[in-house]
């Protein structure tokens, strides 16, 4: 039961579910939700006798001042005691609960209300952070989340490009995966840097590259002019936060750090545009963020960020969210309904203490819930039990998949025999003549015809 601001009583019948299993959303609105009170009757189950076995209350008043203010986090976990009649405690309930602000939009700023219908992909191929992400291997790539990627991918067959967003300390959306920057040599936190520090990170040439590798080409690697500026100015975060994850380097051909709003002025035709599939929020670096006193911009603000940059600067093009943040994607849900929000998920291949995460079948459950249009899910319980996207689209679901099986052609023609909406994938060429052996009707050559000129690279 839960009393609101303005004094009106809420009562939502629950059943007591155990710890791994109890992530149902309760949705409640209030005025002033640091005024709301939750008061919880414990009461013996259907069939059988007795009154309330309990009560517990619960406050959820709002954070303390903080020189953190713009980034305390609104929500948090609360556990009340359940006291009988006689005044003993026989228990003990425990909850999540997390505040979602309406979308604070720009004055000014035109929003559409027409929702952006799925229209299925003629071959459903994504580009995974553009081109493909870093790997290493002694091989030229394209940086990941650059767009001269973005381009590249969508002139050989794209339809779709998934890359990450976060936000700069001045709260400024850029593309970027990891939570630190390591091309200058060090370790710098995203949400350390100023959009202008960002930018600065500019590639630079290394006039060695075209004598030592015997190939002319005038090699290229973000830096910065000056690290040493930054390592005065910059709070420097250890390695440990990476988890194996590594920005664009030698090997790679640069372009410059981008902001978001520039992912949406690459030349594509509009019915193949780019969409930010992914924004960064990640499940596992976000916990590790907080974890690790990074304080990130709080939630509400940097979905709200984010919000405000796709609807100013896309227009018409086809905009899918995702996120491995489940509180995330609920907040994407709530706060808009024009563009498709999709469920990022691990499926259990990395424990997490969040059951949402652990597992394909509580993904499509949270998904289903919360109003989703979808997962994204990685392609290794799919590939073993491709079964599992039939029941995940039953359930009114898109399956999106993502990981190394992807960069496999027979795992991605098995996918698609079984109704997987897109893949996302690195070897984007590959695949597709894969694909057109199977479906002359996806060669590259009708793909290309299909687009037109809309592509610069």
């Known amino acids: ?116 219908l799925w229209k299925p992909l003629s071959a459903g191929i994504v580009g995974h952070r553009g081109l493909g992400m870093n790997r290493a291997v002694r091989e030229l790539q394209l940086g990941e989340n650059t767009i001269i990627s973005f381009s590249t991918a969508g002139s050989l067959g794209a339809e779709f490009v998934e890359f990450d967003v976060q936000l700069t300390k001045d709260h400024k959306p850029v593309l970027y995966h990891d939570w630190s920057v390591t091309e200058t040599g060090i370790d710098i936190a995203i949400n350390q840097l100023s959009l202008e520090q960002f930018l600065a990170l500019k590639p630079r040439t290394r006039p060695s590259a075209a004598t030592t590798n015997g190939s002319g080409w005038n090699g290229k690697r973000r830096g910065s002019s000056d690290v040493n500026v930054f390592r005065e100015k910059v709070e420097v975060e ?71 940059c796709v609807f100013k600067h896309a227009g018409e093009r086809r905009i899918i969210f995702s996120s491995f943040q489940p509180e995330a994607c609920r907040m994407l849900r709530l706060k808009q309904s024009v563009y498709p929000v999709l469920f990022l998920t691990e499926s259990g291949t990395y424990a997490s203490a969040d059951p949402r995460c652990n597992a394909m079948s509580t993904a499509v459950e949270f998904a289903r819930s919360t109003g989703l249009d979808g997962i994204v899910t990685v392609a290794d319980p799919v590939v073993e039990a491709p079964r599992l996207i039939g029941r995940a689209r039953g359930k009114g679901l898109l399956v999106f998949t993502y990981g190394g099986l992807n960069n496999v052609v027979e795992n991605v023609k098995l996918q698609r025999r079984f109704g997987a909406d897109a893949v996302i994938l690195d070897s984007l060429v590959r695949i597709r003549r894969g694909l057109a052996q199977e479906n002359p009707h996806t060669a590259l050559e009708a793909s290309a015809e299909k687009r037109g000129v809309g592509w610069e690279i």
């Not at 303005?6 to 059943?15: L, Y």
């Not at 919880?40 to 903080?66: E, K, W």
């Not at 920005?247 to 002025?265: C, P, R, T």
């Not at 780019?274 to 006193?293: K, P, Q, R, V, W």
């Open 238 to 308: 250890p390695k440990k936060h990476q988890h194996g994850l590594k920005g664009n380097s030698d090997g790679s051909v640069q372009g410059e750090f981008a902001k978001l709003e520039g992912a949406f002025k690459v030349g594509v035709c509009v019915e193949h545009a780019i969409s930010s599939c992914g924004h960064s929020l990640t499940n596992f670096m976000y916990t590790e963020a907080t974890m690790y006193d990074l304080h990130l911009a709080e939630l509400n603000l940097y979905v709200d960020t984010i919000l405000s």
């Open 1 to 116: 039961m839960g009393d609101g601001a303005d004094g009106e009583t809420v009562v939502v019948p629950h059943t007591i579910q155990s710890a791994e299993t109890a992530r149902s959303p309760i949705t409640l609105h209030a005025e002033d939700p640091s005024d709301v009170t939750l008061q919880f009757s414990i009461r013996p189950g259907f069939g059988q006798r007795g009154g309330i076995v309990g009560t517990a209350v619960a406050v959820l008043s709002s954070p303390g001042s903080s020189p953190w203010q713009e980034r305390v986090p609104r929500g948090g976990s609360l556990t009340s005691p359940i006291v009988d009649l006689r005044g003993r405690v026989v228990g003990k309930v425990a909850f999540d609960f997390v505040v979602v602000d309406p979308w604070r939009r720009p004055e000014g700023l035109k929003v559409r209300d027409v929702p952006q």
